[in-house]
């Protein structure tokens, strides 16, 4: 009886945690589009969104410029906000996971620096390969060549130990860092004040194009690591326990590294860094729901979408007229939490819950 009692209880509380996330960020999309220097009503906002899949009702905006706003402005942003904080928080969730430590989040494998320094790289030096894409392009290659640095780096003798990689990550980093702080100073003032406001973080200026190859990537990756989400189960229980029930660790690690660097580079590559999404979210949703690795991956996604269309619509509501960098928002939620988790984890000696 009482074992039947809690795999109920485990499904209800996923069930609620889903529907409660899910009507959140429901209402945040309604709010986000709504609120701005153009108001417009929730159910008008409503009305446009059904009216674009063929329902047809008395809601929708009659006024051209409201709808233009809508569909080239307000929707984009939106679209961009949601699907950067899901990829970010479900990268974090595979970090934690791959790692076995509530502390892991995707800028230990040196994506985001190694971004920042392909975007620094392409504004300073006046780079136009690929015309008005030349940055997010060059931030996105910056980002999985630093992954694949730090880990080709961390391997050694067909093995990847974590612990190597997290120090190798933060020594790419400092390195990257470095790197960064030269093409700020080789810059003029536009190009530093360029580079300092990507690296807040921004949804401004999303356009649907731009919206359409974070959609898919991230679409392809996280579709990856749900498929994988039952070796990360078993990889809860330790390498060697995972290796005898015939988890392949070392590819499954190698993979799940390839996806993190995916999901982050495409993230970042056009809004810039958003920090502590990956780190925060993950670890709530396992305090909610525990450690079930699909269901964590599925309620980060939710989570982190939510978290991430809140804060945008913050950063353009906070301050009249004013449009604040995101990654403002996201630090001063996430400082505090991380230093909390610290002081938590040592408390409890390394636990997960």
């Known amino acids: 009886m009482t074992a039947g009692v809690a795999p109920e209880r485990s499904i209800r509380r996923r069930t609620v945690v889903y529907l409660a996330t899910a009507i959140l960020l429901a209402a945040g999309i309604l709010l986000s589009a709504g609120l701005g220097q153009l108001p417009i009503a929730p159910q008008e906002v409503a009305g446009s969104l059904l009216r674009a899949v063929g329902i047809h009702t008395s809601w929708a905006p009659k006024d051209l410029l409201i709808e233009q706003t809508l569909w080239q402005i307000r929707f984009p942003r939106v679209v961009m906000a949601l699907l950067v904080g899901a990829l970010l928080s479900v990268a974090g969730a595979v970090m934690q996971a791959i790692f076995g430590n509530p502390l892991a989040e995707p800028g230990v494998v040196g994506v985001s620096s190694g971004a920042a320094v392909g975007a620094a790289a392409s504004i300073t030096l006046g780079l136009t390969a690929f015309g008005s894409w030349t940055t997010a392009i060059l931030a996105f290659a910056g980002g999985l060549v630093t992954t694949i640095l730090v880990y080709t780096t961390a391997r050694a003798q067909g093995r990847t130990e974590a612990v ?41 200026g999303s356009r649907w194009p731009e919206v359409l190859i974070v959609a898919v990537v991230g679409a392809v990756a996280v579709a990856v690591a749900l498929l994988l989400a039952r070796q990360y189960d078993l990889l809860s229980l330790g390498d060697r326990t995972a290796a005898h029930l015939g988890v392949r660790v070392e590819r499954l690690r190698v993979v799940s590294i390839v996806v993190v660097a995916l999901m982050t580079g495409v993230a970042v590559a056009f809004v810039g860094i958003i920090a502590f999404v990956g780190l925060v979210v993950p670890h709530l949703v396992r305090m909610l729901l525990g450690p079930s690795a699909r269901s964590l991956l599925i309620a980060s996604f939710l989570g982190g979408g939510t978290l991430l269309v809140y804060a945008d619509l913050l950063a353009r509501t906070l301050v009249p007229s004013a449009d604040l960098p995101i990654g403002i928002l996201t630090s001063l939620i996430g400082g505090p939490f991380f230093y909390w988790l610290i002081r938590r984890s040592r408390r409890r000696a390394g636990g997960w819950a």
């Open 164 to 204: 190597t990689l997290i120090l190798t990550g933060i020594a790419v980093n400092a390195f990257a860092g470095a790197a960064l702080a030269l093409l700020m100073f080789a810059g003029d003032t536009a190009s530093r004040e360029q580079i300092v406001f990507w690296q807040l973080g921004s949804m401004n």
